[in-house]
């Protein structure tokens, strides 16, 4: 773990402890109650007082401000029907809109109750209690109804915290490979970039942008396993360390093979260094035979090999790089890749000086899980 960054492995013990660690059972959840009767509103608060924090609304339009301000606070709201300006259902409809989480109980006259059910579903509540309500019963429902909403919150919060510390893991692994050889400093993180740039002009779907980008972050993997003085041998590789280097794209597939959510990218890591004219390694698979996914990454790869500095070369310059795809389109490269490759240089070479912040953009996996670092 030598390679991780402080900041990395802070992320990763917090994330465990997190999932470890269930949320406090004695903290006080808030209720929101919404009725245009001050009456109601008194009975409801008394029913309720010192087991909840309470908010309090008399009409929809005053009760979608105090949403609008707490929301991220409210477990569960209780709200009347019959209320001026808006009524309970029009009000529960626009929380089920933006708070989805938050339980939804009505308090409803019998007389109510016919025209309502299709609202009701469309307010997705939890339950409707008929008025008069019984204190006891209305305090059972909200309790039954607060554990839902724990269960549903901590199953969320859960979720999205291994995805985080999935996608954490897979970025501290590929800075970790990339740390291996001061020449490939950021490489994997621009080899993705760049297949992103592709994939989404390519229209990709979103769950194949998550795949590839971290396809992209992982495609070496298999250098973890190369010595030290064949990967940062400063001058040109004899043919036998040349096919020892040759076993990486092989070796990162058995690598990641064996993690079930990542099988279907193993095979893109074994085939990043087949060629369209089937001269490539390991298998030598020509055209289509390649899947896409592999296509971008090889194309991405070796845009960036050429225009980074290594042990035994200088840096190609950018123009020169695009040349060197247009004149390998059809032998090395899928010749359609190369065309949207070219066609979307301006995008590549912004990305390229400005990694960090073009990966903030294009990052499917970060985005989709909101994750701030
Ligand atoms: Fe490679």
Redesign the pocket.
Known sequence: MDYLAGKETEFLNESIEKVLLSENPDEKKTILLVDDEENNLQLLKRTLRGKYEILTATDGKKALDVVSEHGDDISLIVSDQRMPEMSGTEFLKQIAKQHPDIVKILLTGQADTDIMVDSINECQIYQYVLKPFDPIELLETIKSGIDKFDLAHNKTAMLKDLRELFYKTIKSISSALDAKDPYTHGHSMRVTLYSLVLAKELGLDDKTLEEIETAGLL??IGKVGIPQSILCKPGKLTDEEFEVMKS??EQGEKIVKKIKKLDIISDWLKT??ERWDGKGYPSGLKGEEIPISARIIALA?TYDAMTSTRSYRQALSHDVAIEEIKRCAGTQFDPQLAELFIKNQDKILAAKENPEEYYEKYSYLKNSMGIKF
């Open positions: 495609h070496d990486h794209p990043h260094h790869d």
